[in-house]
């Protein structure tokens, strides 16, 4: 009986180096990933924040295209939104990690969801859509059209011209160094953040 107990205790004591051995490597691995980023010092800071957060496996994974759901996380995030309004999207369900989030969105006026009555949490944001989104959060005046200096300008889309533009005036959205925007490529999570965060620093407060 002595030895079960030796044993079962030992077993315990394992059992919590390894929690807390987990507990400890996946920051860890969190923090290695982001520093291998173009955008190291502000996902630094996001994470010291409490604002990002790598996925189960410990991973941040900055160049991967950021979703619809994600977006609206670090959004409401950033700028502390806390209050809720009811859902109604097809598919959005209150047992989502993200149903809070989408949740705080719509309370606060921002999400565009789509003809058919779904969001597409998982779907990719891209450029285009992703200024959309940040402009309208900020209720910024979308009625700017200086974005004709991009060659691939016409790709940009009739309803995200203007808030392609205006964040761009503002320094919060920048073109790539081949002069196009590129509207349709996704939004990666390091550049989603780096937007955001330049939103945040430049003293843009929620409406």
């Not at 502000?42 to 957060?53: C, E, I, M, R, S």
């Not at 410990?58 to 619809?68: A, C, D, K, N, V």
């Not at 977006?71 to 109604?88: D, K, P, Q």
């Amino acid at each position: 009986m002595r030895k079960i107990n030796k044993s079962f205790a030992l077993l315990l004591v394992c059992c919590l180096i390894a929690s807390l051995l987990t507990a400890f490597t996946a920051p860890q691995k969190t923090y290695e990933d982001a520093r291998r980023s173009w955008a190291w010092a502000t996902l630094k800071q996001w994470l010291d924040n409490g604002w990002l957060h790598g996925y189960a496996d410990g991973m941040l994974r900055p160049e991967q295209p950021i979703s619809r759901a994600e977006y609206a996380a670090i959004v409401n995030r950033a700028f502390g939104l806390s209050e809720t309004s009811s859902v109604s999207y097809s598919d959005v369900k209150a047992s989502d990690w993200y149903y809070d989030d989408i949740a705080k969105a719509v309370k606060a006026g921002y999400v565009i969801g789509f003809e058919d009555g779904s969001f597409k949490p998982g779907q990719a944001v891209n450029r285009q859509e992703a200024a959309l989104i940040l402009a309208t959060f900020l209720r910024l005046d979308l009625s700017r059209d200086d974005v004709a200096r991009f060659g691939d300008a016409a790709d940009i889309d009739d309803a995200s011209w203007g808030a392609v533009a205006v964040l761009l005036a503002q320094n919060l959205i920048q073109g790539f160094p081949d002069g196009t925007f590129r509207p349709k490529k996704p939004m990666t999570r390091a550049s989603a953040i780096v937007m955001i965060d330049a939103a945040v620093r430049s003293g843009m407060a929620a409406p």
